[in-house]
């Protein structure tokens, strides 16, 4: 495969517009990625033996949030000041990070969590839905790609630097360092041109416009009447439960069963983004391809097979498999994204999106809570368990809803 191949979808980054929103986006994301390191430690922190289930509470009402005002953050999208949108959830949530690392009770933490996670469900459907707006079609493809791309890639890379970076701050004081991400982020939303990113608001104007609950439904039923998205958006949901044992337990295997640091944490974590991000761009320099199905199928495969040996893995061993899985993950995960993007008409992307995100999300709102209840109930089988879960799913996923048609 040739390097330009695997660099195609950079050449978005030439539209200026683009790149900007993207940078704040990719410094956005990582901020993100601090907060979660954080939690787990504080978690930990917290109590041993109560730290799954602290932080699979934390993150099943993060997609909580998710579920319940996005599918409304995608129709507002298309109605309302999206650079106002984006800007107001973004500090709002910077404020909220800051009063993290003087958290002193155990509640305290889920209410903080969940505010953050209601303007982030918010700003991220109207971030999507702002690329097809400043981008032009010869390019659309490569930004919908990159941007969904980087999104999952610092989804597993940002925990494995936040987590080396956490050897040497600490728990709480990470949570300074978020806050200030979010800053230099919102610096850069603020410079974005308004009239540029409201073209299809101003289009709309004056025309007769659907409720709000009507524009939400539609976006509901776009998302699964097409076959190709409605697969792509079921093994989201195999790599769901997978990648919820690997936020919610590895912090147990490591600290817990293998008796290991925070820095051996961070430095498995660190593998699984190293997985991730070869996935990443090996994705996108085939994603013009007919094999997204197979990339969809076997990347869940991977995952699942991978994880259900974690428990039995020395750290040299575990720190493979997590490169294998990160792999997995990635190639399960990306494809949904730019399907819609090539698929779905530019008018109706915004909502489209917005129920995206809300479904793909509510598959962790499963997720999670079952990887605190394995965690904690059989902490040394708890990858075994799941890994199995993980591939019954797979195959029940492919039996009844793999396309008919011609290949993805």
């Not at 998710?66 to 973004?90: C, N």
């Not at 209410?111 to 469900?121: T, Y």
């Not at 530019?346 to 598959?363: P, T």
């Amino acid at each position: 495969m040739k390097l330009s191949k695997l660099l195609e979808p950079f050449q978005a980054l030439r539209n200026r517009l683009f790149a900007k929103l993207y940078l704040a986006q990719t410094i956005s994301l990582l901020g993100d990625a601090f907060t979660w390191v954080g939690l787990a430690l504080l978690a930990y922190q917290f109590g041993e033996e109560r730290a799954a289930v602290i932080l699979a509470t934390a993150l099943t009402l993060r997609v909580t949030a998710f579920i319940v005002f996005s599918p409304f953050a995608g129709v507002l999208a298309d109605r309302i000041s999206r650079k106002k949108i984006l800007y107001t959830t973004h500090f709002i949530r910077m404020v909220i990070v800051g009063c993290l690392p003087f958290v002193t009770e155990e509640w305290q933490i889920y209410v903080l969590i969940f505010l953050m996670n209601v303007f982030n469900a918010f700003f991220s459907p109207t971030y999507r839905s702002i690329i097809p707006q400043i981008v032009d079609k010869s390019i659309y493809r490569q930004a919908i790609g990159l941007s969904a791309a980087t999104y999952q890639l610092l989804g597993v890379l940002g925990p494995g630097l936040a987590g080396i970076l956490a050897i040497w701050l600490g728990a709480r004081e990470i949570f300074f360092v978020d806050a200030v991400t979010f800053v230099i982020a919102g610096i850069l939303l603020l410079s974005l041109p308004k009239s540029k990113l409201d073209i299809v608001a101003d289009e709309i104007e004056g025309k007769i416009k659907p409720t709000t609950w009507q524009d939400v439904l539609k976006g509901i039923r776009l998302l699964f009447s097409n076959q190709y998205v409605r697969f792509a958006l079921f093994i989201e949901f195999v790599s769901a439960v997978a990648g919820a044992l690997i936020l919610v337990n590895t912090i147990i295997l490591v600290k817990g069963g293998l008796e290991l640091t925070d820095k051996d944490y961070g430095i498995i974590m660190a593998a699984f983004a190293i997985g991730a991000m070869v996935a990443a761009f090996v994705s996108g320099a085939i994603d013009k391809s007919k094999s997204r199905r197979i990339s969809l199928i076997i990347g869940a495969l991977i995952l699942g097979v991978a994880i259900s040996f974690a428990n039995y893995l020395d750290f040299s061993m575990l720190f493979i498999v997590w490169i294998v899985a990160g792999l997995g993950q990635s190639l399960a995960e990306i494809p949904s994204e730019t399907l819609i993007g090539e698929t779905v008409p530019i008018e109706e992307q915004g909502k489209v999106y917005g129920s995206h995100f809300a479904f793909s999300h509510l598959w962790w709102a499963f997720a999670y809570p079952l990887a605190g209840f394995l965690g904690t109930t059989f902490p040394n089988q708890s990858f075994l368990y799941g890994g199995i879960i993980t591939l019954i799913i797979l195959v029940l996923v492919v039996i009844l809803l793999r396309p008919k048609k011609h290949s993805l």
